[in-house]
């Protein structure tokens, strides 16, 4: 079995949640938690540069540069933008990221202005039950059936607009954090702020546990994966392997739990690498990990759009088990544990393949195997043995 890993420090990971929920960060808005979390590498004294619009690009050393791996989590959050600014001096929205409306009505939101931060809530264009009664019911649900009530003294698109109040302004929506004695988490935007707490976590177990990772890895902290491109531009050259950190939807069809960590071998992007995602399952059977296999549906993540872009590496995607995903958010601290264990476990493993290196591409000699060749060209099918059809009279090969 291989050498057991350090417990993780849960009040760490819980401490460092809590703040960057305090954080609003909707993509496009992020400036802030890139300061906050660049704060803690530092802390951990872990070199990091940036992109130009903020993505952190960290460097763990291990014993050997190439072939180098990268993992990833993403700083931003689903939220809101001022679309149109009412008559009545309310404002219309347009949701950042992909997200039902249903999930705003009766949020507390703040709204970023260009001189400060003004409150107010999210409503459905009826809500009052006394004046509309069974009205409220029947309404549709649809980022036009909602509007965003200023608190302010404003009744009029003019009253607003003095406000300083324009359309494009971001609009954050209240985290709402509840942790139980349980070990329950509730919140808003744990997607994916909880998958950060525990890639830094992990981070501090690998340096505390006094263990050289075998190679050189990047974690990576993007900023735009809520709306698609994510870790596209983020990649050093030399990454041969990415494993993205993010959430794992519990629900019906659905084999994710909020007590374990998930290894997702699909998305909407298409299946995962093979034969990385079946290594981290091994580390997961070998450090006695509670793990799930899933597919995810309607799910993008850094790792897809890192292929989407070009790269050639392999991709795997490890999550933490949440109801209500996209909703109010609900995960346990046992699945945040498992996660930071298996990426801690996973830095600490030597490359699924060392001939994966820059400069050893190319060769059919250290290519891989999912299946010996002749057990997968073994079928069940029993087509015609290729001799059987080769060099037959064309009459013969009709019949």
């Not at 809590?18 to 993509?27: N, R």
């Not at 450090?287 to 872009?309: G, K, N, T």
């Amino acid at each position: 079995m291989s050498k057991k890993i350090p417990e993780p420090d849960l009040n760490y990971l819980q401490r460092v949640l809590l703040e960057m929920l305090a954080i609003p960060s909707p993509t496009g808005f992020t400036d802030t938690i890139v300061r906050y979390v660049a704060e803690r590498l530092n802390e951990l004294g872990i070199p990091f540069e940036l992109t130009r619009r903020g993505t952190i690009r960290a460097t763990l050393k291990g014993r050997c540069d190439s072939p180098d791996r990268a993992i990833a989590a993403h700083l931003d959050t689903i939220g809101a933008i001022v679309r149109e600014i009412h008559d009545s001096g309310r404002l219309g929205l347009s949701p950042v990221g992909c997200w039902s409306s249903r999930f705003a009505e009766g949020s507390r939101v703040s709204i970023f202005t260009d001189t400060g931060v003004i409150r107010g809530s999210v409503l459905p264009l009826l809500a009052s039950g006394h004046a509309f009664n069974t009205a409220v019911d029947e309404m549709p649900i649809s980022w036009d059936h909602v509007e965003l009530r200023v608190d302010a003294y404003t009744y009029s698109r003019a009253q607003t607009c003095a406000l300083g109040i324009n359309v494009g302004d971001f609009v954050a929506f209240d985290p709402m954090p509840e942790f139980t004695e349980s070990g329950y988490i509730s919140a808003r935007h744990l997607d994916d702020k909880a998958g950060v707490a525990a890639l830094l976590t992990a981070l501090k177990m690998v340096l505390e546990s006094g263990q050289e990772p075998p190679i050189d890895c990047h974690p990576l902290f993007t900023i735009t994966e809520e709306t698609g491109s994510g870790a596209a531009g983020a990649l050093p050259w030399d990454v041969s392997e990415f494993v993205g950190i993010d959430i794992a939807p519990t629900a019906k069809g659905q084999e994710s739990h909020e007590h374990a960590v998930t290894v997702a071998l699909q998305d909407s992007g298409g299946p995962y690498d093979f034969h990385l995602s079946r290594h981290l399952l091994k580390l997961a059977c070998n450090q006695e990990i509670p793990v799930r296999r899933d597919l995810f549906r309607y799910y993008h993540s850094d790792a897809q759009s890192a292929i989407a872009a070009g790269h050639d590496i392999r991709t795997a995607l490890l999550a933490f088990g949440c109801d209500a995903t996209h909703g109010y958010e609900r995960t346990h601290i046992d699945s945040l544990a498992a996660l930071s264990r298996l990426i801690s476990a996973y830095l600490l493993s030597p490359p699924v393949f060392d001939s994966d290196a820059h400069d050893h591409k190319g060769s059919l000699d250290n290519f891989s195997h999912q299946l010996e060749h002749d057990t997968q060209m073994e079928n069940d099918t029993r087509v015609p043995a290729v001799d059987s059809l080769l060099g037959r009279p064309a009459d013969e090969q009709q019949e």
